[in-house]
């Protein structure tokens, strides 16, 4: 079974998109778990409307609620999805397959949510990148026994961070025959340049928690 985790911090604009592109599903062995960190909108009670595995903390911290969610899993792969994407139909299908396969997790492609040319290009360039450079942009898959926990220090690219630990013991996965649709709004806000900057810079360091 897999088990899809969802961290949310007030993603009552998005979750519903995302919950509602797993139910569309064609696979049907999974769970759904919403970890719903320091809330204050209506993101728990649409999340409730999916799934009865609702839990809330209060962390302000991707990495615990990630974590946290793990811990409340019944499958025997975890799927970490963020809030603000949503997935092809046929995703969970080539998840399954890579597991069977003898991978112990993996990433697959991303493309933007809203229709910005900017962030088109620049998710094309990271999809070219991933043949070579493995690393997770709102989805990463994992078997259950192999996964190390993320890193609750880290300030960005804890999902690189998780990954680098996975290729130690075992193969990975990137899945090019589907994808996955990210929303583009930290692109947007924080600057395009700037963002690559801080994505490359805090591969190396460790700094503060964030959502």
């Known amino acids: 079974m897999l088990s899809i985790i ?3 911090q007030n993603e009552q604009g998005y979750i519903e998109a995302c919950l509602n592109s797993v139910k569309k599903q064609p696979y049907e062995d999974y769970e759904i778990i919403v970890v719903c960190d320091s809330c204050t909108d209506a993101t728990e009670k649409i999340a409730k409307k999916y799934t009865k595995k609702v839990y809330t903390i209060n962390k302000k911290n991707v990495s615990a609620a990630r974590n946290f ?3 409340k899993a019944k499958g025997d792969v975890l799927v970490f999805l963020d809030a603000d994407s949503v997935i092809a139909v046929n995703l969970l299908h080539e998840i399954d397959n890579a597991i069977k396969q003898n991978y112990i997790g993996g990433v697959t492609k991303t493309k933007s949510l809203e229709p910005i040319w900017k962030a088109d290009f620049l998710w094309t ?3 070219f990148f991933r043949h070579f450079f493995l690393a ?3 989805m990463l898959f994992c078997k259950t026994n192999f996964f190390p926990g993320y890193d609750e220090t880290r300030h960005l690219a804890e999902d690189t961070s998780l990954i680098l630990k ?3 013991k075992g ?3 990137y899945i090019t025959n589907s994808y996955i649709k990210t929303s583009s709004r930290r692109l947007e806000k924080e600057g395009y ?3 690559i900057y801080r994505q490359f810079s805090a591969f190396f360091t460790k700094t503060k928690k964030r959502y």
């Open 69 to 71: 969610g793990a811990g």
């Open 136 to 138: 997770a942009s709102g």
């Open 166 to 168: 996975l290729k130690k």
């Open 6 to 8: 969802i961290p949310a």
């Open 171 to 173: 193969k990975l996965k």
């Open 193 to 195: 340049l700037w963002t």
């Open 125 to 127: 360039i990271g999809n």
